[in-house]
């Protein structure tokens, strides 16, 4: 797995790129109320605004780790949001992404860097 300085975590399958959010994350957003996912087949930037979480707390966005497109979404969070809570480094994966380039996911942290940032 790989994480981003925005409490993402990105894990390879195959030719896609699964990314969710870190437990990190979902301890400091709280119970999560609602999730906006894209469209499938949506192409994007890294650093787009792609979904929206919503909690108790605050609402955020999550960015595109890297460009390419959206080729399937998690319906499970649009019924059942709690889960980003419950099982974030699992069940709770936002979306998947077809990647132009897989070098981009070199520039992003490993998981005892990303221990180390979280501090």
Known sequence: MKFTEEHEWLRVEGDLVVVGITEHASEALGDVVFVELPEIETQVAKGDEICVIESV?????????VDGEIVEVNEALADTPGLVNED????AWFFKMKVEDMSQLDAFMDEDEY?????
């Open 57 to 65: 707390k605050a609402a955020s966005d999550i960015l595109a780790p």
């Open 88 to 91: 974030p480094l699992g069940e």
């Open 115 to 119: 221990k180390d940032f979280i501090g």
